[in-house]
């Protein structure tokens, strides 16, 4: 029964949600005092993880640790990873001499015929990060691509030993722009105007070719009727992966957004939503709202962006646009950040169009204990309570999180909860989510819904978010994320 509880722990770990995988090793009982190399293995990941986050005597301390663990794992399985992984620390944490010692010995036991098993990838991948500990960049570079050709969708894989390459050659104090030619293709956010007929083949036949042209991973955004279901049937032709991103259940943004323009598309839709790799439905909120939409929109941009960082990538944006009408400040905070985005204009073919309500607005909410609500007058608005918690709305999500950040410093054993939403005047009681989580003891950090955490990852880039998994409320089950102090170089969201 050990190897799921060590597959769940590492996929915490890469994750990025470090401080969960290790109270999930305790909790199993394991030891670093194991003979089990799968166990060793796995603590020296944790370790290695934690030393990425410190400096000095403490992080060399944690490296030193770690690449015990590692050489002992080794020793008993026959296996490269775990030794290369010694050999990687241990160049990281100044022990020259004994980089270079472990290195030839990986390099001799991937010509052992009696050691562990492992992919081709992994043996190439493996040989070139050898190669790259003895100086040997250019044998490096080439046996990367040879390992990337093995398995050339293993993005995961490959955004671990690209992360393991930038960590040698940032301490080498070499350049490392020649790992761009490696990495794995861009996750792609998706926009654009309704109004396209069911027919338009000039207008599917422009979207297709921009979705060629940016050659993504992968695709995210939402599929109302016209440029959004273009979008996502072009990326599923071309092989890529589909990551729907709705504000309200599939059947209610169905009849909102889809509909009203014809039974094509909404058969379309249906077929898509069977295809996607994931879907992810925001709220509940009736009716569909420009407010919704908008908390969706950022969502979808976050993912995106959680996508890139988990592979070692950057995110772009795909906007359609109609021919001649204003702009507006739709993707002002992805610009802002530098990222790029891509805009394709075409002339609408249908002059059908939707009205969504105007009454909500997106809200960004913070739960804290009774005691506290002091910390908040003056600077939210007080909206409800419930069982010692209370709930208020601040100005933004980034303030939100500032504000929940600060607290969690100063009052380190509270429980406090971010959501980011729309709300109604109209319609109380939106806020019962944020009360919810508030429940959840998240050691150290803010529990966050999870349109708080991808929007998060949007409004303040350097936030340390990490998922949780799902805690059961009165509303189902939720998705939790936590907001750690520190910033997020590590987190993949």
């Not at 809200?363 to 609500?373: K, V």
């Not at 109209?426 to 150290?444: E, S, T």
Request: glycine share 6%.
């Amino acid at each position: 029964m050990i190897r799921p509880q060590l597959n769940s722990i590492t996929r915490l770990a890469r994750a990025g949600a470090l401080e969960q995988a290790w109270a999930t090793f305790h909790a199993a009982g394991l030891s670093p005092q194991s003979d089990d190399p799968d166990v060793l293995t796995v603590y020296g990941r944790l370790l290695k993880d934690r030393a990425a986050a410190e400096s000095g005597a403490l992080r060399e301390d944690l490296l030193n640790q770690a690449i015990t663990a590692y050489e002992r794992a080794s020793a008993l399985s026959r296996a490269t990873y775990p030794l290369i992984n010694a050999a990687t620390l241990a160049f990281l944490a100044g022990r020259g001499e004994a980089a270079v010692t472990l290195a030839n010995a990986v390099m001799a036991l991937l010509e052992e015929p009696l050691r562990a098993a492992e992919t081709p990838y992994w043996i190439d991948a493996t040989r070139a990060e050898a190669l790259l500990l003895l100086g040997r960049t250019r044998d490096a570079e080439r046996m990367l691509r040879r390992a990337i050709r093995h398995q050339p969708e293993a993005w995961e894989d490959h955004a671990s030993t690209l992360r393991q390459f930038a960590m040698i050659l940032a301490e080498a104090g070499q350049p490392a722009d020649w790992l761009d030619r490696h990495r794995p293709a861009s996750p792609l956010y998706f926009e654009g105007i309704l109004g396209l007929a069911a027919d338009d083949d000039r207008a599917a036949e422009a979207i297709a070719g921009a979705v060629d042209a940016l050659a993504p991973s992968m695709v995210v955004g939402a599929l109302a009727a016209g440029a959004d279901i273009l979008v996502a049937e072009a990326a599923i032709g071309a092989g890529r992966q589909l990551h729907v991103v709705l504000p309200c259940p599939a059947e209610l943004f169905r009849t909102a957004s889809v509909e009203p323009f014809g039974p094509a598309w909404a058969d379309r839709f249906d077929a898509l939503l069977e295809q996607a790799v994931s879907v992810k439905e925001m709220d509940d909120w009736q009716p569909l709202s420009d407010a919704s939409v908008e908390v969706s929109r950022q969502v979808a941009m976050g993912l995106a962006l959680c996508e890139a960082k988990r592979l070692q990538s950057s995110a772009r944006a795909l906007q359609i646009v109609g021919r001649g009408e204003e702009r507006g400040k739709c993707m002002a905070r992805w610009e802002a950040l530098g990222l790029r985005l891509d805009r394709l204009e075409l002339e609408r073919s249908d002059s059908r169009h939707v009205t969504l309500s105007t009454e909500a607005e997106d809200a960004a909410l913070i739960a804290i204990p009774e005691s506290l609500h002091i910390c908040l007058d003056g600077d939210g608005v007080a909206l409800a309570r419930q069982e010692g918690q209370c709930a208020y709305r601040l100005p933004s999500l980034g303030e939100a999180a500032r504000r929940a950040s600060d607290l969690r410093s100063e009052y380190p054993d509270v429980r406090l909860a971010l959501d980011y939403r729309a709300i109604s005047v109209a319609q109380p009681g939106r806020w019962d989510r944020v009360l919810m989580i508030a429940g959840a003891d998240l050691k150290g950090a803010v529990a966050l819904s999870e349109s708080a955490a991808l929007a998060l990852v949007l409004h303040a880039p350097e936030a340390n978010v990490q998922p949780m998994g799902n805690i059961r409320t009165a509303l189902g089950d939720v998705t939790l994320y936590g907001l750690f102090s520190g910033a997020g170089k590590n987190a993949d969201c």
